[in-house]
């Protein structure tokens, strides 16, 4: 009773592929991860065996909101700490942390939650935002936090990195986009997205959710509408007619794919069009990841309010569901 109630309310937060594209990652609402094989699941002979995890085990005591791999570790975060795992250790389904590392917070009372990571590969850095509203950044090599970013006023929910300008982008519940530079930590640009009327909806908040750049574009979205901005001029170039908050989006192609409430991943063209909008199992979403690592295993999951996943083969259509 126990378990069919768990599976009833679990969610699924945050995934991650192997660096070999061959494996995914998913981590729920009890702290668990699962390993998924994608070469077992896409075989010509997968059987409903195939779709289970290989690997399932708690990693945190809260839910795990943010996975990301390295190219040789998966990195899971939890409330106030990040773990790390060895991909050829959980193949072997061995599940002993490689290490375990908490940010440096102000107060030892409080332990927020660590809501996203990305990597600068650049300095070989790790950079975190969270509930603490602020932005931590730790050495990958000695496993030292080196610099704090301030200037969130309520906590961050999502973090992107622009390569080219070795910018990092961040985005909260205090309803801003902002900019840093990487090299000095100082702040370039604020954008308060609900203060564009095109954007604003005032009755879903002004809160940051999902963050997406590609060269000079930024995608934008949660309680305002998802948009697209141009980033040299910093406005508003395209407004997309969701109903709901999203929860992520990424650039593909020539098309902007997002998720969040509603039990599809929508397919919107740059100039503002949505052209699909693509069923999935789960009633809301919360995570969309695209394997692009290697044409055999390339897919699209997408994970949300459900004990199931879904797999997107053909990105227009969902050709199975993992289930943890």
């Not at 001029?233 to 794919?257: H, K, N, W």
């Not at 100039?271 to 695209?290: E, H």
């Amino acid at each position: 009773m126990f378990v069919s109630l768990q599976l009833l309310h679990m969610s699924v937060f945050s995934q991650s592929f192997s660096p070999c594209g061959r494996f995914l990652a998913a981590g729920n609402n009890y702290g668990e991860i699962a390993v998924f094989s994608l070469s077992a699941a896409l075989s010509p002979d997968a059987s409903e065996a195939s779709q289970k995890p290989i690997l399932n085990f708690t990693a945190h005591d809260g839910p795990v909101f943010s996975l990301l791999s390295t190219d040789t570790h998966l990195l899971s975060a939890g409330n106030g700490e990040i773990s790390a795992w060895s991909w050829a250790e959980l193949i072997k389904k061995s599940t002993k942390a490689a290490w375990t590392r908490k940010p440096s917070y102000e107060t030892s009372l409080e332990i927020p939650e660590i809501n996203a990571m990305i990597i600068n590969p650049k300095e070989n850095s790790l950079i975190v935002g969270g509930g603490d509203n602020n932005i931590h950044i730790m050495d990958m090599e000695t496993g030292i936090f080196k610099s704090v970013l301030k200037g969130h006023t309520d906590y961050i929910h999502c973090l992107c990195f622009k390569e080219r300008e070795e910018e990092i982008l961040s985005g909260g519940e205090d309803g801003a986009v902002r900019i840093w530079d990487s090299r000095t930590n100082r702040p370039v640009h604020c954008i308060e997205v609900f203060k564009y009327e095109e954007c604003a909806r005032p009755q879903f908040g002004k809160w940051i959710s999902c963050l997406a750049t590609d060269s000079d574009w930024m995608l934008c979205g949660g309680g305002p509408s998802l948009s697209l901005w141009h980033l040299r001029s910093m406005s508003p170039t395209s407004v997309f007619p969701l109903p709901g908050c999203q929860r992520e989006a990424v650039f593909y192609q020539d098309l902007i794919m997002s998720v969040g409430e509603g039990p599809h991943v929508s397919h919107c063209l740059h100039g503002g069009t949505v052209k699909a909008q693509i069923p999935c199992t789960p009633s809301s979403l919360n995570t969309l990841a695209l394997n692009l690592k290697n044409t055999e295993h390339r897919v699209m999951t997408v994970g949300g309010s459900s004990h199931q996943i879904d797999v997107f083969t053909n990105f227009s259509y969902r050709a199975f569901s993992l289930s943890f």
